[in-house]
T-cell receptor, first 114, second 113 residues
Framework: DTEVTQTPKHLVMGMTNKKSLKCEQH?????MYWYKQKAKKPPELMFVYSYEKLSINESVPSRFSPECPNSSLLNLHLHALQPEDSALYLC?????????????FGPGTRLTVL | GENVEQHPSTLSVQEGDSAVIKCTYS??????FPWYKQELGKRPQLIIDIRSNVGEKKDQRIAVTLNKTAKHFSLHITETQPEDSAVYFCAAKSLYNFNKFYFGSGTKLNVKP
């Protein structure tokens, strides 16, 4: 199974709402990623978890809060977002290390902040 | 840190022609180079990758070449078809920062029937 799943597919929220994005993989990967992607741009790294510990935070504003409850799940909690945060949010997973470094993306959550 | 540059930004070819997309990288410690295809509204999909101990890899109509000395790698698509139309991203990953992928800016490929 080489699939990463994400829910919801679409999300519309106001600037005062709190919502969460969810990601799941069952490939035994120990690295999980959150990316933000704007139209016609490459994915932009936000966070990396390695063995359920946050290993990279690319200076993301605190209104984005990641969580890795276990090796298969990754959440992104959203609070007090701005309209410029509207984007496609992609989750990915891969092996941490030199020999299992292929990265697989989920289908993404299309987020609109009103 | 690593810097990956990708060219061209757009590429139009006639169906059946070949397409070549080139990327350069700056960090000589980078040792893994994947290529992703992203169709409109879809996820980036890994189409081919190459590791630094290999100079070329081929999978049917798609091939990737790597020149470690010059620090560049290229995607070659032969006998292009309309369904090859998409945005293609190259990426690089360092041996020493192995959780982080550095992406090129993307190439929009348009295959005209």
């Amino acid at each position: 199974d080489t699939e990463v799943t994400q829910t919801p597919k679409h999300l519309v929220m106001g600037m005062t709402n709190k919502k969460s994005l969810k990601c799941e993989q069952h490939m035994g990967h120990r690295a999980m990623y959150w990316y933000k992607q704007k139209a016609k741009k490459p994915p932009e790294l936000m966070f990396v978890y390695s063995y359920e510990k946050l290993s990279i935070n690319e200076s993301v504003p605190s209104r984005f809060s990641p969580e890795c409850p276990n090796s298969s799940l990754l959440n992104l909690h959203l609070h007090a977002l701005q309209p410029e945060d509207s984007a496609l949010y992609l989750c990915a997973s891969g092996g941490p290390g030199d020999f299992t470094d292929t990265q697989y993306f989920g289908p993404g959550t299309r987020l609109t902040v009103l | 840190g690593e810097n990956v540059e990708q060219h061209p930004s757009t590429l139009s070819v006639q169906e059946g022609d070949s397409a070549v997309i080139k990327c350069t990288y700056s960090d000589s410690a980078s040792n893994y180079f994947p290529w992703y295809k992203q169709e409109l509204g879809k996820r980036p999909q890994l189409i081919i990758d190459i590791r630094s101990n290999v100079g070329e890899k081929k999978d049917q109509r798609i091939a990737v070449t790597l020149n470690k000395t010059a620090k560049h790698f290229s995607l070659h698509i032969t006998e292009t078809q309309p369904e090859d139309s998409a945005v293609y991203f190259c990426a690089a990953k360092s041996l020493y920062n192995f959780n982080k992928f550095y992406f090129g800016s993307g190439t929009k490929l348009n295959v005209k029937p």
